[in-house]
């Protein structure tokens, strides 16, 4: 397989871009008082288990985005409740499903959440809600050990170098905008977006991040058997030691490529992944485009995408891609990149906002979108520039942390996948 230098894009061509990205980032980044928000809703729901008799002695532990501090000021909470009452990793689907239906009735007596949904046969039985009093959405599962050692490895991962934390945040929103970050209706979720952009930052020339092999050789699914605080020890000393000594051989070969000749070099890498995907995985852990039919445990599931999920080997991150809906997001990616190579394109501020954030972002950002519609009766996006003291409406941030019916259906279909 090809793989490229950062950019092919010279970077006096990129400042207007790199301007933009730093402006979207302002707008979508937490601040320190959502962060305190969520730990305050987290106290908040561990005060209300400890009235459930059947969980006397659990510990709620946040994990996914938040932990990974991947999250915008709008992310979700996802949360494990951790069990204390001789379980552990042996507690079954039916147990779990209890246990998260006591939850529910505790958070309806108190009348302390909306929006809540049950569904217990997903892989990961889940429950959803709204608190009331934070307005924060919660993804509630048991005792999932696995999703709380991810989440701890892509924080250290995200810590290796400031510039992939960027990345997965301008890459999340730019897929909202583009609708393709929709698991249920066969696109892509986050986890997976985010494992794209771990990919980008090893095939760059010269790497930014290692084969997470040589972050952990081991498959995290199979040695969080048996779960205890002996284990997830083990599994943090061995990759810390390890991102240091990656750390202390490329010192002096940094990466010196900006932001935004990476988000250039991504979308083009990803502009033809319609046409490599009928071959070749996403590969975290090896770094490289590996082969299908390399792999026996690939070869036998079905998938129009595979990314693997480098801590829960072979299985595919990217498994509700489905064939038609992988070609929407290849075109978007090739779009993309056809854009950000366009120099009229690059030279306005007011495009290139309008092709990267939603329509609530972009008003922020003092760029207004309006819709018409084209010759095949779908609506398109058109982008007006504002005068300068014109007022513009700001963003609903509650309407953002609001989840819908709809909202809580959608997530629903994110079966045993972080949501970032």
């Given amino acids: ?36 928000k969520r730990l305050n809703a987290i106290n908040q729901f561990s005060d209300y288990l400890r009235t ?18 991947l999250y915008t000021k709008w992310g979700d909470l996802d949360v494990s409740v951790q069990l204390d009452n001789g379980l552990g990793d ?25 929006y809540i949904h049950f569904i217990p046969n997903a892989r990961v039985p889940l429950l959803i809600f709204e608190g009331n009093y934070h307005n924060i959405s919660f993804d509630v599962s048991i005792d999932n050990h696995l999703g709380i050692m991810k989440s701890k490895i892509l924080l250290w991962i995200s810590q290796m ?19 393709i970050n929709d698991p249920k ?46 284990s997830e020890r083990h599994i943090e000393d061995v990759c810390a030691a390890n991102i240091e000594m990656f750390r202390s051989r490329n010192f002096r070969r940094r990466n010196q490529s900006s932001l935004a000749q990476l988000v250039v070099s991504f979308f083009d890498k990803f502009s033809e992944v319609e046409t490599v995907a009928s071959e070749y995985a996403i590969c975290t852990h090896t770094g ?31 498994r509700t891609v489905g ?18 190579s366009s120099s009229s394109v690059l030279a306005n501020r007011n495009s290139l906002i309008s092709s990267l954030t939603r329509p609530l972002v972009s008003s922020q950002l003092g760029v207004r ?24 409406m700001r963003l609903d941030r509650q309407s953002h942390a609001s989840t819908s019916a709809a909202t809580v259906s959608r997530r629903a279909n994110e079966n045993n996948t972080l949501r970032w």
């Fill in 1 to 36: 397989m090809e793989y490229y230098n950062s950019s092919s894009i010279s970077s006096d061509r990129l400042g207007v871009l790199g301007l933009c990205l730093r402006d979207i980032l302002a707008e979508i980044k937490p601040e320190d008082s959502d962060r305190i």
């Fill in 52 to 69: 459930v008799q059947s969980l006397r002695g659990a510990v709620v532990r946040p994990f996914g985005s938040f932990v990974s501090n």
């Fill in 90 to 114: 042996s507690a079954s689907k039916t147990v779990k499903r209890n246990l998260l239906r006591d939850i529910m009735r505790a958070l309806r007596r108190y009348g302390v959440a909306r």
């Fill in 161 to 179: 170098d400031e510039r992939f934390r960027d990345m997965v945040l301008l890459t999340k929103e730019w897929a909202k905008a583009q609708n």
């Fill in 185 to 230: 209706s066969g696109t892509l979720n986050s986890y997976s977006l985010c494992l794209m952009v771990i990919f980008h930052f090893q095939t760059c020339e010269p790497p930014i991040l290692p084969p997470l092999k040589e972050i952990y050789g081991g498959n995290i699914s199979d040695d969080i058997t048996g779960w205890s605080s002996i």
């Fill in 288 to 318: 490289r485009w590996e082969r299908i039919d390399s792999n026996l445990g690939w070869v036998r599931t079905s998938r129009s995408m595979l990314i693997e999920d480098p801590f829960e080997r072979p299985e595919n991150a990217a």
């Fill in 323 to 340: 064939p038609s809906e992988l070609r929407v997001v290849s075109n978007a990616f090739t779009d993309a990149y056809n854009k950000l």
């Fill in 369 to 392: 979108s309006r819709v018409h519609y084209n010759t095949t009766g779908t609506a398109a996006i058109d982008s007006v520039v504002l005068d300068r003291f014109e007022n513009v």
